[in-house]
């Protein structure tokens, strides 16, 4: 008995659903046509013999919409030239907006690792009358911050 093979793919048997392995719950799956038009009919290229052949060739790149916390629009273009380009830092290199809310994101945690290890900040915060008097300090450099901004 012989078996017929297509183009792309490998052989897979059908108990292969072990091997796939569930996308864990902390991540996102984005799923995205990378190509402005499809071909009207099946379009054989030879002589790719890599990804990176097959990235030169067809020079996938994508136009997405971002919209910051105002409601303000932008749009960009993603483009890809390796595997690399797909995941986060390299997507978040290719784009100013998440680049922008990556190094808000990185200030953050930062803020975070110093209130959680700052003893006298912990120690302020437990006493009420030293937590109130470091709210009013706070609120009244935002003010003067918003004066001279």
């Known amino acids: 008995m012989s078996n017929t093979y297509g183009l792309g793919g490998t052989e897979v048997k059908t108990d292969a ?8 719950q902390n991540k ?19 002589g790719l013999t890599s990804i990176d052949d ?23 273009k993603l483009s890809f030239s390796n595997l690399g380009d797909f995941g986060k830092k390299g997507i978040i290199n290719q ?8 190094t808000e994101k990185e200030q953050y945690l930062k803020v975070v690792k110093q209130l959680k290890s700052n003893k006298i900040l912990k120690t302020a915060l437990a006493d009420p009358e030293a937590k109130e008097a470091l709210l ?6 935002l003010v003067e911050l918003k004066q001279q901004g």
């Open 54 to 76: 097959v990235f030169d060739h067809y020079k996938p790149e994508v136009e997405v919409d971002f919209e910051d916390q105002y409601g303000v629009e932008s749009k960009e």
């Open 136 to 141: 009013k300090s706070i609120q009244s450099l």
């Open 95 to 102: 784009s100013k907006y998440l680049n922008d809310l990556d």
């Open 28 to 46: 996102t799956l984005v799923v995205q046509k990378l190509t402005h038009d499809q071909p009207v009919k099946p379009n054989i290229v030879s």
């Open 17 to 24: 659903s072990e091997a796939i392995l569930e996308i864990g």
